[in-house]
Nanobody
Framework: QLQLVESGGGLVQPGGSLRLSCAASPFTLDYYNIGWFRQAPGKEREGISCISSNDGSTYYADFVKGRFTISRDFAKNTVYLQMNSLKPEDTADYYC??????????????????WGQGTQVTVSS
């Protein structure tokens, strides 16, 4: 079964940056759509961004457009989420997820069968 491990979370000041990583094993991510999601306390899990396996097309939620960038490194079997201009409202647990049943990635968590354990991001001064 595909295993996903997130890393890179932490405490950062408003306006700062973090880069989250989603490393996969033992299978290659080449054939999986990968999504990033977050969940703040008391709120539902929401889609942030995703990247499709077939053509590398990407999706971004409106609230992160221009600030976050998703990318993948095939050699390292890892997907990244570069987060810039972070705001206190970005504070949440961040998760990556994988799907190999759809042609294109989706921002809906319901489309993903494989999930990492999450990494915490706190934006505070």
């Amino acid at each position: 079964q595909l295993q996903l491990v997130e890393s890179g979370g932490g405490l950062v000041q408003p306006g700062g940056s973090l880069r989250l990583s989603c490393a996969a094993s033992p299978f290659t991510l080449d054939y999986y759509n990968i999504g990033w999601f977050r969940q703040a306390p008391g709120k539902e899990r929401e889609g942030i961004s995703c990247i499709s396996s077939n053509d590398g097309s990407t999706y971004y939620a409106d609230f992160v457009k221009g600030r976050f960038t998703i990318s993948r490194d095939f050699a390292k079997n890892t997907v990244y989420l570069q987060m810039n201009s972070l705001k206190p409202e970005d504070t949440a647990d961040y998760y990556c997820a994988a799907d190999n049943t759809n042609l294109y990635c989706s921002g809906s968590p319901n489309e993903y069968a494989y999930w990492g354990q999450g990494t915490q991001v706190t934006v505070s001064s």
